[in-house]
């Protein structure tokens, strides 16, 4: 597959990073074929990272410049991020597996993230009231003048995941470059491309060095270092419940903030009065767009008795002939699973379920080629109360499907 100059330049400079840890492989999930590979960046180098954002937040060089000036970088910011949106297609598309069409919308979002925080880099305002009190001296009222004021919370870490990488990350750094905070932004290993010239556009946008610190390595040991460190004062992160409970915490420690957005098992509920091919198409795509690897993809449908076969049936069909590949694979709508790691767990819960007995309507195997593909799976035949595919998002091209009455 032939690259443009900006993606080969990006490659080059993932694999020049320092770091001290052992060696990351970029896996392109389509193909399985190896990008390239960085150093773990490791604890250190969080260090070198929370320095440089706490230095920049202590001189005040981004919190205390005048709103607007804030407000032109991040409309820069997403200035260019639409002049580079080919590139920064071509990238998630390479490491995340996005068809290119997919990977486009996704970016053209990004841009709008900073053109819409930029916006409130002006308008994060306290507010002031007078208080009157009672049982004053003489029993007269006593008045009193309160305010509040909205401070940055100073350095943050921004943690994100593989399924949405430049999504994720302009999701997480543009509200906190308005309020004026110094950030350290850990990627997810597994698809740190984008990550690579979105930093390089950050700095051409106007924005000081050691306001946004990039550091790419494991959430074990990078991701780790960032929430444990006492001069992180929040950290956001999206990510699984396991690692969110652990941030929680590691961050009791110094009564970090913390945000955390841990995933779903969404449900969609198909009542007999839809517009059913609609409605059919739109439950279809909200569970095998991106293979399932979202936390809004609708991975549970309930469905009204007297028209549960045809959507059933419907579904079914859509997710048959749904063309899955890669973005060198022409007509693709379809991406694969980001990972070896993510297709055996995906794959482990249908084996599961089939020794639960539940009943595979349509998929529910690896497609027989290169690449981490799974045919998009219907499941019918669930014990709610005990179901493993009911009952924890799995991540995956699977659905499972429930009458009502």
Avoid at 241 to 263: C, W, Y
Wanted: charged share 20%; with cysteine; aromatic share 8%.
């Amino acid at each position: 597959m032939s690259l443009s100059a900006v993606a080969s330049s990006v490659i080059d400079d993932l694999a020049a990073r320092p770091g001290t840890g052992e060696a990351i492989a970029v896996v392109d999930p389509s193909t399985e074929e190896r990008i390239t590979e960085f150093p773990d960046a490791g604890p250190e180098a969080v260090n070198t990272a929370v320095a440089a954002a706490k230095a920049s937040y202590d001189s005040g060089v981004w919190t205390d410049i005048p709103g607007r000036q804030r407000a032109k970088a991040l409309w820069r910011l997403g200035d260019l991020i639409d002049e580079h949106a080919k590139a920064f297609a071509e990238l998630e598309s390479l490491d995340a597996g996005m068809p290119p069409m997919q990977a486009e919308m996704i970016v053209s979002t990004c841009a709008e993230f900073f053109r819409y925080y930029a916006g409130w880099c002006t308008k994060i305002n306290g507010s002031s009231y007078q208080v009157q009190m009672e049982g004053g001296v003489n029993s007269t009222h006593a008045n009193f003048h309160a305010y509040t004021q909205k401070e940055p919370y100073g350095v943050v870490g921004l943690i994100y995941p593989w399924n949405g990488p430049l999504f994720n990350a302009c999701a997480k750094i543009a509200p906190a470059l308005a309020a004026g905070c110094s950030a350290v932004v850990k990627p997810a290993e597994e698809t740190p491309l984008s990550a690579v010239l979105l930093e390089r556009l950050i700095a051409e946008a106007g924005i000081p060095e050691g306001v946004a610190n990039f550091v790419i390595g494991y959430g074990a040991t990078a991701g780790a270092a960032i929430t444990a460190h006492p001069d992180v004062e929040k950290v956001a992160f999206t990510g699984s419940t396991e690692v969110g409970k652990q941030i929680m915490r590691e961050s009791a420690d110094n009564l970090k903030k913390v945000t955390l957005e841990l995933g779903g098992k969404s449900p969609v509920l198909i009542y007999e009065d839809a517009d059913l091919d609609m409605a059919i198409m739109m439950a279809s795509m909200g569970i095998f767009v991106h293979s399932g690897q979202g936390c809004v993809c609708g991975s549970r449908v309930f469905v009204q008795r007297s028209v549960y076969d045809r959507v059933v049936a419907g579904i079914s069909m859509i997710g048959e002939n749904l063309v899955l590949g890669g973005p060198q694979d022409e007509g693709a709508m379809i991406s694969p699973l980001v990972s070896q790691k993510q297709l055996d767990r995906v794959m482990g819960y249908i084996d599961q379920g089939k020794r639960d007995g539940a009943e595979i309507v349509s998929g529910g195997y690896r497609l027989d080629r290169k690449g981490y593909f799974i045919k998009p799976t219907v499941v019918t035949g669930v014990d709610p109360e005990t179901s493993s595919l009911y009952k924890e998002e799995i991540f995956g091209p699977v659905v499972t499907i429930l009458p009502f009455d």
